[in-house]
């Protein structure tokens, strides 16, 4: 069983910044991939970025790449995801995830493929 627990949302001018952080507790395999996904108001859930919890390879949404970053802090069990360069398209409530059969890149974009979710954190960036 893994708990997921985000904070470091809120309200900020585009172009601005804003760092979410993912608590993860109970045991994080070296297998597991951490994701971050969102989804606006009357939108579908999007993926925006993952991490190998192994090695740390990262994907990105092109919608973000170059602006966004995702890390993970092994010894302390969290995730983060460094957003700059915000635009008011990327307002939404983004979540953080947990993948714990990691059947390869190909599936890191599918939320459907992660078994464990955070309670999310609200990003709002205003024009």
């Known amino acids: 069983q893994v708990q997921l627990v985000e904070s470091g949302g809120g309200l900020v001018q585009a172009g601005g910044s804003l760092r979410l952080s993912c608590a993860a507790s109970?045991?994080?395999?070296?297998?597991?991939?951490m994701g971050w996904f969102r989804q606006a108001p009357g939108k579908e859930r999007e993926f925006v970025a993952a991490?190998?919890?192994?090695?740390?390879?990262?994907y990105y949404a092109d919608s973000v790449k170059g602006r966004f970053t995702i890390s993970r802090d092994n010894a302390k069990n969290n995730v983060y995801l460094q957003m700059n360069s915000l635009k008011p398209e990327d307002t939404a409530v983004y979540y953080c995830?947990?993948?714990?059969?990691?059947?390869?890149?190909?599936?890191?974009?599918?939320?459907?493929?992660?078994?464990?979710w955070g309670q999310g954190t609200q990003v709002t960036a205003s024009s």
């Open positions: 995830a947990a993948d714990t059969d990691n059947s390869g890149p190909y599936y890191y974009t599918r939320g459907s493929e992660y078994d464990y």
């Open positions: 991490i190998t919890w192994s090695v740390g390879r990262t």
């Open positions: 109970g045991r994080i395999f070296s297998s597991y991939v």
